[in-house]
């Protein structure tokens, strides 16, 4: 199993790579003392065998060759954590923009950014403080999508509120009195950095931000002007997306619909489904237009039995009359119901798959909402 690499976890390797090379040095300079004791007192008529401390030597060499090797990864690592304490550094002073509930007013107008995964009959912007006392309500858009909403700091009871963390609830509730998902983005001024458990965190207020965790940046007193990808990203939220995407979801009974497009017509192309072993559990004869095609696979495999619940992969063979290969892509489709970063870059959920959003190729309501 491999585990996440922390500052902590790092220090602690060099120090036992140091202590293995220290142990090293001090065993061999032992052998070396008592082979030359051994080689004064051997008897000259009948000489030692070399065969037992040259394979010594040659373990000595594999061990001293493996700690080498260590203390280059460990200063591979030590470079690595550097160059992520610079990235840290380089947030100080601007304002970043992250997926969360909580934000640290300022006394400022505070602008936050929520996203609805469906149409809402009731919708609430509800703002709580540190002790979860609800300080401010009022009504929130009740339409899919994203939306944006400026926070003055001022509280239902009259007033206005002190400066300090806050936290933001979209209480959305659709016609049948269900819940309706939502996601909200929060934006705040980083004062500084520092490390828990190792790992390197952003201080935005008394909040302790993670570096994957943002999705944006921008240059202080200039909000706003560097938003494209996070207000792109939330408001896919509840829509319908075409996305570049080669995995299906087969639940064991129900007909998978798949899309792909070619450059040019084919004269010959195959559709293959493969399983998490990689194994071609499924081969047929695929449309082979230029363009848009579409394929229904109803989960029947090549030796005619039903294939089990689970991920697959689908993969388009087209090859054209001068018996080259035609280039595919894979599309895929479904709803969008929330938002997630990983080491920076944005994904969208769909179901329980993440979608980079540098993938999507278009994006539509869903028809029951038009």
Known sequence: MVSDVTINSALEQQQKTSNAGTQLTEDFAQFLNLLTVQLQNQDPLSPMDTTEFTNQLVAFSGVEQQINTNQKLDSLVSLEIGTAFSVAQNYVGQDVSYISSEFDFTGAPTKLRYSLEGNAALSKINITDEQGKLVYTTDASKNIGAHEFVWDGTLTA???????????????????????????????????????????????????????????????????????????????????????????????????????????????????????????????????????????????????????????????????????RITSSSIANGQVTGVETNNGQIFLNIGTTSVNINNVLSANLPEETI
């Open 158 to 324: 009259g007033g206005k509120a002190e400066s300090g963390t806050y936290e933001i609830h979209i209480d959305a509730l659709d016609v049948n009195q269900d819940p309706v998902n939502t996601t909200t983005v929060v934006t705040g001024r980083v004062r500084g950095t520092e490390t828990q458990g190792g790992q390197i965190f952003l201080l935005v207020g008394d909040r302790a931000v993670g570096l994957s965790n943002i999705l944006n940046t921008s240059e202080k007193d200039n909000l706003g002007n560097n938003n494209d990808s996070l207000t792109m990203a939330i408001s896919y939220v509840g829509m319908e997306i075409n996305y570049l995407n080669t995995e299906l979801q087969y639940d064991g009974s129900t007909p998978v619909d798949l899309s792909y497009s070619l450059d040019e017509n084919a004269d010959r192309a195959k559709i293959m489904i493969v399983n998490d072993d990689g194994e071609t559990v499924y081969l047929a004869d695929a449309p082979k237009n230029k363009g848009l095609n579409a394929f229904t696979w109803d989960g029947t495999l090549s030796d005619g039995s039903n294939a089990p619940a689970g991920t697959y992969q689908f993969i388009i063979d087209a090859i054209g009359s001068d018996d080259k």
